[in-house]
């Protein structure tokens, strides 16, 4: 069993749920501290962050506010999951869709607004999650809630298909974009392919398959994941001390939020946040 701590960077495979992940990062890793941020569904691939031993601990302060996808929007299907897994609700002739309508119904989603989320979201319900509901045959309809989309770049439309890339907040369902263009267009649509390309400061070209974890298990050391995604602040021996105990430190914080402590050594020691005398820890990791 290993003890060391790190984040896995895993590129998922369509057909396997984000938890049949970790149940795998487990048995390679030989722990069963093994965590996961930021569900895929089955269908999508991509980047998926799987943190070992102490690293689960930092999942939930990881700043992994923007996501990168790249997707694939079939027009004139709607479905009872807006993908292509669900359930075929009702079909429209797209024969009439102009490119140039196309093109302004997504520009219309670039910003601030306020987006329903998919019925077959991870969003729990009275305690269930949505999915298990609807799967259940129930009826759901959730609450919009406000999603920042920055940018959807059409990268191939050959109607009724259109490949997108997009780059949004955390909590944005690339589902529900591809079914509010179909709404907006008058014909309905669904999602057939998602991958995710980036999450926070991680990427592609970070992310390893599943079979080549097998044939060599790495992961990303936890000092290095704390460096990439908090302001950093190398402490001398003294100071350092202090933190390994959770003292509050007199120092000068120049950023908002976590910043990520070292010692000497560049052992990753703690998260510390600004407080009105100097800095107080948010989490210690020794």
């Known amino acids: 069993m290993t003890d060391a701590a790190g984040l896995v960077v895993v590129d998922k495979p369509a057909g396997i749920t984000s938890h049949d ?32 031993n102490r690293a689960t601990r930092l999942l939930g302060h990881l700043m992994l506010t923007e996501k990168a996808y790249d997707a ?16 075929v609700l009702g079909e429209a002739s797209t024969d009439a869709l102009a490119e140039q309508a196309v093109r302004a119904g997504l520009a219309a989603m670039i ?70 263009l179909g709404e907006t267009l008058g014909v309905g649509g669904h999602l057939t392919a998602l991958r995710r390309t980036a999450v926070g400061p991680f990427t592609t070209a970070d992310a390893r398959t599943l079979d080549a974890l097998s044939d060599d298990f790495a992961m990303l050391p936890i000092a290095e994941v704390a460096r990439r995604c908090f302001p950093a602040l190398d402490l001398d ?47 210690v990791f020794v």
């Not at 027009?75 to 009872?80: A, D, F």
Request: proline letters at 5%.
């Open 21 to 52: 992940v970790v149940s795998r990062v487990r048995r390679l890793a030989g722990t069963r501290k093994v965590g996961h941020a930021g569900t895929l569904d089955p269908m999508a691939t991509g980047v998926l962050l799987v943190g070992v």
């Open 72 to 87: 694939t929007i079939r027009l004139g299907v709607t479905t009872v999951t807006d993908d292509a897994e669900g359930e």
């Open 111 to 180: 910003g601030d607004i306020e987006q329903r989320p998919s019925a077959v979201s991870a969003i729990k319900v009275e305690g269930r999650r949505a999915y298990d509901r609807v799967r259940a045959g129930e009826q759901i309809d959730l609450p919009a809630r406000t999603v920042r989309i920055d940018a959807i770049d059409v990268t191939r439309l050959d109607l009724p298909e259109i490949d997108v890339r997009v780059r949004c907040s955390s909590g944005t369902y690339i589902r529900a974009i591809a079914r509010d």
């Open 237 to 283: 021996g003294e100071q350092a001390a202090s933190v390994r105990v959770g003292r509050a430190l007199p120092v000068v914080a120049a950023h908002e939020g976590p910043i990520a402590l070292f010692a000497p050594d560049g052992g990753f020691l703690a998260l510390y946040e600004r407080a009105r005398d100097g800095i107080r820890p948010v989490a």
